[in-house]
């Protein structure tokens, strides 16, 4: 009795091969799929970001008290910050803009409160 091509022994072992490199990449995804996310974060709500940057906060004070700034680095500082108000005095914002932001500003006290 004759055996067609396609269960000849060297098509089988292709056969094989691929069903188990098929079965070999399937166990790959499926357990490497908390490093590969194909789907956007879920977003956070307002109190744990806040919660958040309360702790970045902290973290930078305990930073800073640890690494207190020399006189140096104290004067490259004050020397930016001037540079920000003349900047900021050269080109003042809109009443609108400044509305906008007291709104903001507002929303942000009372959201800590």
């Known amino acids: 009795m004759q055996m ?8 089988m072992k292709k056969i094989a091969i691929i069903i188990f490199a098929v079965a070999i990449l399937g166990a790959v995804f499926y357990f ?6 194909f789907a956007p974060p879920n977003p956070l709500s307002p109190e744990e970001i806040l919660a958040r940057q309360e702790a970045e906060l902290k973290k930078f004070r305990e930073e800073s008290l640890a690494n207190p700034l020399t006189e140096e680095e104290l004067r490259e500082q ?4 001037e540079k920000l108000r ?12 400044m509305d906008r932001q007291e709104e903001e500003l507002k929303k942000l006290r009372l959201q800590n409160n």
Do not use: K, T
């Not at 490497?32 to 996310?37: I, V």
């Open 4 to 11: 067609s091509v396609y269960y000849s022994s060297g098509n």
């Open 32 to 37: 490497s799929s908390d490093y590969f996310r």
């Open 78 to 81: 004050d020397e930016e910050l």
């Open 86 to 97: 003349e900047e900021s005095q050269a080109n003042p914002l809109s009443q609108e803009e």
